[in-house]
């Protein structure tokens, strides 16, 4: 008799591949294996899946077209089944999906503008927490600046790419009539960050996500921006107004 995880393992098995036979512990009042019954729930499965997806990313869809997105994502979801019973951590390895996706290959910047649109879903369901406001910094004296340790907002999540992700990003979830975006104009980054009701999404400075990455670690600001600055086009000044008027910071300590 197979162990309950031999038996999980056939059953996810049977799930993906129509072709192979439901698992010999599944029956029906007749103590027939259900075939169709079971290839009526295989399809339900995939087909919530498909849809999830699709609702997590329009832009991509918007950008490829339905039929095309839906064949991607029924690859994704014949590849990739959930590993929570929480539907909305489904899809989170989409984007590096269809980097790897050959058929999309025209497009490079579209695993890039797939994380913008994850790390909307993800600050939408993040924690709230209140921000901190914008002018609470202003009466620290300069020289004190940079020994701050800065408390990042749980939604907060800056990207960077080497393509215009943002402004691709944006004119497709945006305008009615998309912008014509030269796709080698440069590479761009994105802050997301949900302070209330709302997700903001933003270009910053690149380098900016570097600053983030190291502030969440603990560091003093001054740490933070030694290694921020290595990156070309980045302003301390412009990030961290950013950062302040996007409620991407909650708190500060020396």
């Known amino acids: 008799m197979p162990s309950q995880a031999e038996y999980e393992t056939a059953f996810v098995q049977a799930l993906r591949q129509p072709?192979?036979?439901?698992?010999?512990g599944v029956r029906?009042?007749?103590?027939?294996?259900?075939?169709?019954?079971?290839?009526?729930?295989?399809?339900?499965?995939?087909?919530?899946?498909?849809?999830?997806?699709?609702r997590l990313?329009?832009?991509?869809?918007?950008?490829?077209?339905?039929a095309f997105f839906q064949a991607v994502a029924r690859r994704f979801v014949g590849q990739v089944l959930p590993d929570s019973p929480v539907?909305?951590?489904?899809?989170?390895?989409?984007?590096?999906?269809?980097d790897h996706f050959e058929p999309a290959a025209r497009l490079p910047y579209l695993g890039d503008v797939a994380r913008i649109e994850w790390a909307w879903h993800r600050a939408y369901h993040a924690q709230d927490h209140p921000p901190l406001p914008p002018q609470a910094l202003a009466r620290i004296p300069p020289a004190q600046v940079g020994h701050l340790?800065?408390?990042?907002?749980?939604?907060?999540?800056?990207?960077e790419s080497p393509w215009p992700?943002?402004?691709?990003?944006?004119?497709?979830?945006?305008?009615?009539?998309?912008?014509?975006?030269d796709r080698d104009s440069g590479g761009e980054a994105t802050l997301v960050c949900r302070p209330d009701m709302e997700v903001l999404v933003c270009a910053v400075p690149l380098g900016t996500a570097a600053l983030v990455r190291t502030l969440s670690t603990g560091a003093k600001l001054e740490q933070a921006t030694t290694q921020a600055v290595e990156q070309p086009g980045f302003n301390l000044q412009t990030s961290l107004a950013a950062l302040l008027s996007s409620g991407g910071i909650t708190a500060f300590r020396f």
Do not use: K
């Not at 072709?19 to 010999?24: A, D, G, L, V």
């Not at 029906?28 to 849809?51: D, T």
């Not at 539907?87 to 269809?98: A, K, V």
């Not at 340790?149 to 990207?159: A, G, I, K, T």
């Open 149 to 159: 340790r800065l408390e990042l907002h749980p939604s907060l999540q800056v990207l």
């Open 165 to 181: 992700a943002h402004s691709i990003w944006h004119s497709n979830r945006h305008d009615a009539q998309v912008r014509r975006i």
């Open 28 to 54: 029906h009042p007749g103590s027939q294996p259900p075939v169709l019954r079971f290839g009526v729930y295989r399809n339900n499965v995939h087909v919530s899946l498909v849809e999830a997806v699709t």
């Open 19 to 24: 072709r192979i036979p439901p698992p010999s």
């Open 57 to 66: 990313y329009p832009v991509v869809q918007r950008l490829v077209g339905e």
């Open 87 to 98: 539907l909305i951590n489904y899809g989170e390895t989409f984007p590096d999906f269809l």
